[in-house]
């Protein structure tokens, strides 16, 4: 196999992984080379035509300066090699009377990682999967949430606190999908058609980052706003509760100040191409130390509103026997899980695990199942809510009256019309109608 095709394959795979991670924009590599071979051309163009021996020349990875007969140069791996497989080596060359030597090691050797092994394949094919779950969870989930918060704002009945909390929350959920969604199409696509030679707009694609940003951590703080309405609703005195302002300013507000504080760490500390990379781990903490935060609050929200609610079980007022009651709890256990984003804290701690196994779990979970999570609140809090049900057939009741009273109507009339035809027809030409 030859050396562009084995570079080839290597290069499939990594980036596909690294495009999963959301680490690693397929097209960046070729931008990174395309680069270096401007900046390689603009530095050798004022010295080959002068100098004796080897000229310098960019041999479609490396950037040789002029050299004299009988010198041996040794480069580093180029920078785009490093900034996909973190892999740094030397590379050397000689200068022969009759030109450049091949270059030794190499390339696939000192510069990439070996790939073709059958766990490679495997991983590959976990990443597609994790993929296409990812696209496909999302993509429901904006359908259900975009229905569930047509009928919220329909139905004056359904205008309360708890449903405008549900209701931001479904939109936070709807934003974070269409953000995932629009990051992976623009910036990690990949496919045997990719059109890598038009790079994006750098202005355009930091701030389909900044929103991707932005909603991914207000959807968590919606979640953290949902466990303390619920919280406050269980142990506050009915006549005092927080305004609907204070939720939207935590929901919201908050969530844009870390964004402001990230977008300055990555001017000031890495501002490099779309910023999508993570090299520099101060920006990426400005993000993921609020997120485990909330998960964490939330947590203990959880756990303080099962134990609230099996303290009102267990009381005298609550009737029923021992089994109807642990029904009760589980189901009420269950129903605020996705809610609360429980499952959360499971990986909370590791946002960068080593080891590979425990990496595909937590990415199965992230962006595999975690996809569905807006899905699964719509159902329960919207399509399963008992109020939302009522509201529903008594609209379909209502539509199914009036088309029944509008036919009857319009058979009356029909009927009505043929009997004065036929009046009309029975009476005599000629004689007085009375």
């Avoid at 429980?342 to 595909?360: D, T, W």
């Amino acid at each position: 196999m030859s050396f562009t095709h084995r570079l080839a394959l290597r290069l499939l795979i990594f980036t596909f992984i690294l495009t999963v991670n959301g680490m690693f924009s397929p097209c960046q590599f070729y931008w990174e080379m395309q680069k270096a071979k401007s900046d390689c051309q603009t530095e050798l163009q004022p010295n080959n035509s002068t100098h004796a021996g080897c000229h310098g020349e960019w041999d479609n990875v490396s950037c040789w300066p002029s050299a004299a007969v009988g010198d041996v140069l040794t480069l580093h791996c180029p920078t785009p090699f490093l900034l996909l497989f973190h892999k740094n080596g030397n590379l050397s060359r000689n200068c022969t009377e009759s030109g450049w030597s091949t270059v030794y090691p190499d390339y696939i050797i000192t510069c990439t990682s070996t790939l073709e092994t059958p766990e490679t394949t495997k991983r590959l094919v976990f990443y597609k999967a994790v993929q296409i779950l990812s696209n496909l969870g999302h993509s429901l989930s904006i359908i259900t949430l975009l229905t569930s918060t047509i009928i919220i704002c329909l139905f004056r009945r359904l205008h309360c606190m708890r449903n405008y909390i549900h209701l931001n929350l479904f939109v936070s959920f709807i934003l974070r999908a269409v953000a995932v969604l629009v990051k992976d199409t623009l910036l990690f696509s990949y496919g045997e058609t990719t059109d890598c030679s038009q790079q994006p707009s750098l202005v355009g694609c930091k701030a389909s980052l900044i929103f991707f940003q932005y909603f991914i951590l207000a959807n968590f703080f919606w979640l953290l706003v949902e466990g303390l309405y619920l919280h406050t609703l269980l142990l506050v005195l009915p006549t005092y509760s927080f305004r609907l302002s204070i939720y939207m300013l935590i929901g919201w507000g908050i969530p844009l100040v870390f964004i402001v504080a990230w977008i300055i760490c990555r001017i000031y500390m890495e501002d490099m191409g779309c910023w999508e990379m993570n090299n520099t781990p101060i920006p990426n903490r400005v993000i993921n130390w609020p997120i485990m935060a909330s998960i964490i609050i939330n947590f203990i929200l959880f756990i303080s509103i099962i134990r609230i609610l099996v303290q009102k079980l267990r009381s005298c007022d609550v009737g029923g026997n021992d089994q109807c009651q642990y029904k009760r709890l589980a189901k009420s256990t269950l129903l605020l899980i996705p809610l609360f984003g429980v499952y959360y804290v499971v990986f909370f701690y590791l946002m960068e695990p080593e080891n590979e196994n425990v990496k595909q779990v937590k990415i199965f979970f992230d962006l595999g199942l975690g996809s569905f999570q807006g899905l699964i609140v719509a159902v329960l809090y919207c399509f399963l809510n008992s109020e939302v049900q009522s509201e529903l057939r008594r609209t379909w009741k209502c539509f199914s009256v009036k088309r029944c009273v509008g036919q009857d109507f319009r058979l009356h009339s029909v009927n009505q019309n043929d009997g004065l035809l036929q009046q009309k027809k029975t009476i005599p030409d000629g004689s007085p109608v009375s």
